[in-house]
């Protein structure tokens, strides 16, 4: 098992910026591949972004590009993701996810093998 614990979400307004950590347990997430999804209501997780162990490579969804930005710290065992210019369709339960992805499960949920609770963000226009 991998511990994930996301944290840093809440409410902001459209434009706003917010930046999410996700805090690993143990040394296998060093080892790991690491992504973000989000989940509206009623619907599945969609992929944001991801990134290798060792801090590449790094992939986006298309919508997110040029204002998202996904980061690690090995010293922390951590990931983070930076989001800028946030718009109203951000709000979503966010997650953290961890893994052996290759080929095109990177941006797919089932890439990933543990996952974290989840942190709400929501962005009111």
């Known amino acids: 098992q991998v511990p994930l614990v996301e944290s840093g979400g809440g409410a902001v307004q459209a434009g706003d910026s917010l930046r999410l950590s996700c805090a690993a347990s143990g040394p296998t997430f060093l080892h790991l591949a690491a992504g973000w999804f989000r989940r509206t209501a009623g619907g599945e997780r969609k992929f944001i972004a991801a990134?290798?162990?060792?801090?590449?490579?790094?992939y986006y969804e298309e919508s997110v590009k040029g204002r998202f930005t996904i980061s690690r710290d090995i010293n922390k065992n951590a990931i983070y993701l930076q989001m800028n210019s946030l718009k109203g369709d951000g709000t979503a339960v966010y997650y953290c996810?961890?893994?052996?992805?290759?080929?095109?499960?990177?941006?797919?949920?089932?890439?990933?093998?543990?996952w974290g609770q989840g942190t709400q963000v929501t962005v009111s226009s």
């Open positions: 990134i290798g162990y060792s801090g590449s490579p790094r």
């Open positions: 996810a961890a893994g052996a992805p290759y080929g095109s499960s990177w941006y797919e949920a089932g890439g990933y093998n543990y």
